[in-house]
C-alpha cells in the first residue's frame, strides 16, 4: 500500500485568502532572493567567509510551508537556512551580520551561513551535518506533544516542519527519525526538498527510488505527498490541508517537495553536473515572476508598485549589510564564551545573543548601538 | 622527479598504486567525476572507470561500512570522507569494527582499508570543517593514523597504507593541499608508517608537531636564534617515541605544537611519555602550543585559534630561557 498522493488538483485555498497575505508572500520571496544576491556579492568581496549555500529557486518552498504553519509551530532545517530563516521573520541584519563574522550576527558572528538560528521565532536553525537535523525535529515534535498531552494533559497543538535535502534521504539519521516519529506518533512534517541534486550526485544516482522517494515513507506506514515547490499556490495548497491533519492527528506526514535551486551547491560549484538548458528551463519560469503574475492579473499588484516594493526590498537589505558592517567582530575571549553555562577554569560563562535579547526587549532601539558588545556578565 | 603539491602527491600515489594492483579501489561522494570536494582524485574516473572510482550516496556510515565489508573480502578500499566534521556516523563503524576486526576474530579476517580525511582548519572554513580529531582515532587501538606535512611524505606513507594490512586513518592537512610544492620521485617509494621525520636538526629544543603547524614551526625555528630540532611525527599512532626520546634527552627541552584542543589533545601523550623516558634530561617542562578547549571558530578568529608562528615564537622563548 502507498499512500502517496500525485500532484493533485486541490482547492486553491491560496486565491482565498486576503491579497495582503499573498502580498506578504510576495515580499518575503522577494527578500530571500535579494538577500541571497547580496550575500554572494558580499562571498565574492570577502565580507563573507566560510561556505554559503544559497537558496535562490526554493523561496516558494520556505515562504509557502511557513505560510502554512503557525508561529508557535518550531522549524528546522539544514545548512541551506537562510530562506527558512527570513521567512520565520529573522531580520536579515542579523543573519547578515552572523555571515559577516560580526558580535551582531544571530550566533554572535561566530557560526556563519549555517547557523541561523531564531529562538524568538521558534526557528531552531540551521545544521551543517546532512540529515542530522532529522532526529532533532523528531525531537521537537516529541517535546511539543509532550507537553500537550503529558504536562498539560490537553490534546497536541503544534506541528514541526524538519525540512532536510534530498541527499539526506541517503543517511540514517533520517531513517530513524521517520521510524521514530511513525512509533511515536509525533506531529512533524518531514519536507524533503527536493531539489534534485546533493552537490554533484543527481538523486537518480544517490538514492534508490529516487524517482518515487514518498516511496521511502510507505516503509514507515507514514502518509506521504509530492507538492510542486516552484510554485507557491501548490505549495500552500499542498501544505495546509496535510499541517491541518497532522495537527489533528497527531501523524507524521512526509513531502516530496519538488524544487530546484538555480545556483550551484556552494559558492564554488561550477556545475558540470547539469545542463544549462535544464537552468534556464527553472530560471524563465520563475517562481517569484508567477506570483507577481498573478497578482497583477487579478488587479492586486500593480507595475509601479512592484517597482516600489522591489526598491524598499533592497535598500532594507542594504541596510542590513551597513549593519552588519558597524557591528563589531567578535572578542578573541569570545572563544571561551557560549560553551558551558558557569564560569570556570577558562571558560567565561554564557550570554544570549543580540537578537534573543532585542525580542526580550532588553536591547537598544537605537540601529547603530544595537552592535554593543554584550559583555555584562 | 616531478614538482608536486600534496594534493598532486597523493593523486599520483593513488593512479600508481591502482595500477600496480586491481584490488584497489576508492569509493566516496563525488570522488567520480567530480574528483571530490578538494579535487584530489580529479582524472582518476576517466582513467579507471566507475567501477573502481566509485561514487557513493551521502553516506558516511554506509561508506565506511562498505569499505570495511570490501575490505575484509579481499580488496584494498580506499574511502574518501570529504571534511573531518563528517566522520561522526561513521565513527560507530570505524572504532566497532575496523579497529577491532583483526583482534575480534583473532587474526583470521582484517581490514586493509585506507580512510582518506581532510582534516584541519586555516582555509576559512565554518564549523564541522576545520576540526583536527586525530587523537581521537589514535586512541582506538587497531587504527593506525598517519598524516603527511610534506608532498614528499604524503605520496610515500599513501603507498605504506594502502600496502598495509590494517586500517589506516590517512589524515589530509587541508591547508597545504596547495600551499607549497616540492621534487617528489617518480617512481613508488614507501615512507614507512611509524618513523617520524627530523625536518631541521638542533640541540638547544626540540619541537614535536605534524599536520599543517610543521610549517609554522618552520618559520619561527627561522626567526629565532636557537638551534632548535624540529619532529614532524608523520604517524600519530603508531607514534615513533623513540625518535623523540633521542631528542629530548639532546636538548633537554621540548615544545609540542598541535591544532586540536590542548585537552587530551595528542600532545598531552607525547608530554608524558618524554616525562616517563626522559625525566632527568628535562632543563624546563614541556609546553604545548595548540587550538583551545572550544569549538573551532568562525574564520574572523581562526587565526587566533591555530598555533601561528607567534605563539610558537613565544613558546621556545619561554622554555630556553626557563
Ligand atoms: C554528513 C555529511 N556528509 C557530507 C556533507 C557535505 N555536504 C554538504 S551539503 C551536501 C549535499 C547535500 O545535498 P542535499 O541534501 O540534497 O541538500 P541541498 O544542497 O540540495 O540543499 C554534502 C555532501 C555534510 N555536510 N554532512
Ligand atoms: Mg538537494
Redesign the pocket.
Known amino acids: 500500500m502507498t499512500t502517496a498522493t500525485q500532484p493533485q488538483a486541490e482547492e486553491n485555498l491560496a486565491a482565498k485568502l486576503p491579497p495582503d497575505t499573498l502580498q506578504q508572500w510576495l515580499r518575503d520571496m522577494l527578500l530571500i532572493r535579494e538577500f541571497e544576491v547580496r550575500t554572494m556579492q558580499a562571498y565574492q568581496d570577502r565580507k563573507i567567509g566560510g561556505f554559503c ?1 544559497v537558496y535562490i529557486g ?1 523561496e516558494a518552498v520556505a515562504v509557502g510551508c511557513t505560510a502554512a504553519v503557525e508561529h508557535k509551530d518550531p522549524i528546522i532545517t ?3 537556512d537562510h530562506g527558512h530563516a527570513l521567512a520565520r521573520g529573522m531580520d536579515p541584519r542579523y543573519a547578515m551580520a552572523e555571515m559577516y563574522g560580526k558580535i551582531g550576527g544571530c550566533a554572535k558572528g561566530k557560526g556563519g551561513s549555517m547557523h541561523l538560528f531564531d529562538k524568538p521565532n521558534n526557528m531552531f536553525g540551521g545544521h ?5 537535523q532529522c532526529p532533532l525535529g523528531t525531537g521537537l515534535a516529541f517535546a511539543t506533544k509532550y507537553e500537550d498531552e503529558v504536562m498539560k494533559g490537553g490534546t497536541n497543538t503544534r506541528v514541526t516542519l524538519c525540512f ?6 541517503n ?1 540514517g539519521a533520517f531513517h530513524e527519525a521517520m521510524n521514530l516519529a511513525g512509533i511515536l506518533d509525533l506531529p512533524i512534517i518531514f519536507i524533503c ?7 554533484g ?1 543527481a ?1 537518480s544516482r544517490g538514492t534508490t527510488m529516487g524517482h518515487n522517494i514518498t516511496s521511502k515513507a510507505a516503509g514507515y506506514g507514514m502518509e506521504s505527498a509530492i507538492i510542486d515547490g516552484m510554485d507557491i499556490f501548490t505549495v500552500y495548497n499542498g501544505m495546509k490541508p496535510l499541517v491541518d491533519r497532522c495537527r489533528d492527528t497527531s501523524r507524521p506526514i512526509f513531502v516530496d517537495m519538488r524544487t530546484y ?1 538555480y545556483k550551484g ?2 559558492m564554488s560549484d561550477p556545475r558540470k553536473y547539469r545542463t544549462k538548458e535544464e537552468e534556464q528551463q527553472y530560471e524563465s519560469n520563475d517562481v517569484i515572476d508567477k506570483l507577481a503574475n498573478w497578482l497583477m492579473q487579478e488587479g492586486h499588484l500593480t507595475e509601479d508598485a512592484y517597482d516600489k516594493l522591489v526598491k524598499e526590498i533592497r535598500k532594507e537589505v542594504r541596510a542590513s549589510m551597513k549593519w552588519a558592517d558597524n557591528s563589531p567582530e567578535p572578542d578573541i575571549k569570545e572563544l571561551y564564551t557560549d560553551v558551558f553555562v558557569e564560569e570556570w577554569g577558562p571558560f567565561l560563562g554564557t550570554s544570549p545573543p543580540q537578537i534573543v535579547k532585542d525580542a526580550e526587549g532588553a536591547g537598544n532601539d537605537e540601529d547603530d548601538d544595537e552592535t554593543r558588545e554584550d559583555d555584562d556578565d | 622527479m616531478a614538482n608536486l603539491t600534496l594534493v598532486q602527491a597523493i593523486n599520483l600515489a593513488l593512479i600508481q598504486e591502482m595500477e600496480a594492483d586491481d584490488r584497489v579501489m576508492l569509493l566516496g ?2 570522488v567520480g567525476p567530480n574528483g571530490g ?1 578538494f579535487r584530489v582524485t580529479d582524472g582518476l574516473h576517466a582513467r579507471f572507470g566507475g567501477d573502481r572510482v566509485v561514487d557513493t550516496p ?1 553516506a ?1 556510515s554506509g561508506i565506511i561500512g562498505t569499505a570495511i565489508g570490501l575490505a575484509m573480502n579481499g580488496l584494498r578500499p580506499i574511502p574518501e ?3 573531518e ?2 566522520l ?2 561513521a565513527y560507530d563503524q570505524l572504532t566497532t569494527h575496523a579497529a577491532r576486526m583483526r583482534t575480534r576474530t583473532r587474526g583470521a579476517f582484517t581490514v586493509p582499508m585506507v580512510v582518506r580525511v581532510p582534516i584541519g582548519g586555516g582555509i576559512h572554513a565554518p564549523e ?1 570543517h576545520s576540526d583536527s580529531p586525530e587523537a581521537i582515532y589514535a586512541h582506538h587501538p587497531g587504527l593506525k593514523v598517519v598524516m603527511p606535512a610534506s608532498p614528499y611524505d604524503a605520496k610515500g606513507l599513501l603507498i605504506s597504507a594502502i600496502r598495509d594490512p590494517d586500517p589506516v586513518m590517512y589524515f589530509e592537512p587541508k591547508r597545504i593541499y596547495r600551499a607549497f610544492r616540492e621534487e617528489v620521485p617518480e617512481d613508488e617509494y614507501t615512507i614507512p608508517i611509524g618513523e617520524a621525520r627530523v625536518v631541521s636538526e638542533g640541540d638547544e629544543l626540540t619541537i614535536v608537531t605534524w599536520g599543517a603547524p610543521v610549517v609554522q614551526c618552520m618559520k619561527a625555528i627561522e626567526n629565532s636564534e636557537k638551534s632548535i630540532e624540529l619532529i614532524d611525527l608523520r604517524t600519530i599512532y603508531p607514534v615513533d617515541i623513540d625518535t623523540i626520546e633521542e631528542s629530548v634527552k639532546k636538548t633537554g627541552r621540548c615544545v609540542i605544537v598541535h591544532e586540536a584542543p590542548k585537552t587530551c589533545g595528542f600532545g598531552a601523550e607525547i608530554a608524558t611519555s618524554i616525562m616517563e623516558r626522559c625525566f632527568l634530561h628535562l632543563e624546563a617542562p614541556v609546553q604545548r602550543v595548540t587550538g583551545f578547549d572550544t569549538v573551532m571558530p568562525y574564520y574572523k578568529l581562526e587565526l587566533e585559534y591555530l598555533p601561528e608562528t607567534e605563539r610558537i615564537s613565544r613558546a621556545i622563548e619561554e622554555v630556553v630561557a626557563y
Request: hydrophobic fraction near 35%; aromatic fraction near 10%; proline fraction near 2%.
Open positions: 549555500h526554493q539544514a545548512y541551506r551543517g551535518i546532512v540529515g542530522a532536510l535535502g534530498d541527499g539526506a534521504l543517511q526538498e527536493n531539489n534534485g541534486y546533493s552537490m550526485t538523486i535551486r551547491h556552494s | 561522494e563525488d570536494v551521502l558516511e570522507i570529504q571534511f566534521g563528517f561522526g556516523p564541522l
